[in-house]
């Protein structure tokens, strides 16, 4: 009988836990079924795809980073207003003003370690970041844009 309240205790203890994991984890992941509206951008980890240099119509890939093994990512903060992720050696920050489809990043900050073969992408991408003034949502690929130019493609898992 013993071992009988023991598993009833477990039991117990264990439903509020699995019921709090279950409503965090939706929270989360509802973020997308919002379509492309402005609260659809937070609390999502956005890693980049591609970074995109208008001035010397350059495209350069993003992916995962064969000798960091780090992914360059940005995560935006509604209620702090504020950026943060990874540049793919460096973790960064910043503020944040969104409104409708602009949204602005300025005082970005960085980490300065310097990393071999990595540089050149973190380097680009901090230096399209500050120029994005518009956005825009398709499903889970987020692209930001200078006026008409596409700067930053990104994409969530």
Not at 35 to 44: A, D, F, N, P
Request: with cysteine; charged share 30%.
């Amino acid at each position: 009988m013993g071992e009988t309240k023991k598993n009833m205790k477990k039991t117990l203890i264990s439903i509020p836990v699995i019921m709090l994991g279950l409503f965090f984890s939706g929270c989360k992941t509802s973020s997308y079924n919002s379509g492309s509206s402005e609260s659809s951008l937070y609390g999502i980890e956005w890693y980049v795809k591609e970074i995109h240099i208008p001035e010397k119509n350059e495209k350069i890939s993003a992916g995962k980073d064969t000798i960091t093994g780090k992914r360059a990512f940005i995560e935006f903060d509604h209620e702090k207003e504020s950026v943060h992720g990874n540049g793919g050696c460096n973790i960064f920050g910043g503020k944040l003003a969104v409104k409708n489809k602009s949204i602005g990043i300025s005082q970005v900050f960085s980490t300065k370690m310097y990393c071999e073969g990595v540089q050149e992408k973190e380097d680009a991408f901090f230096s399209v970041l500050e120029k994005v003034n518009r956005f825009k949502i398709k499903g889970k690929k987020l692209f930001l844009y200078q006026d008409k130019s596409l700067l930053i493609e990104l994409e969530s898992e």
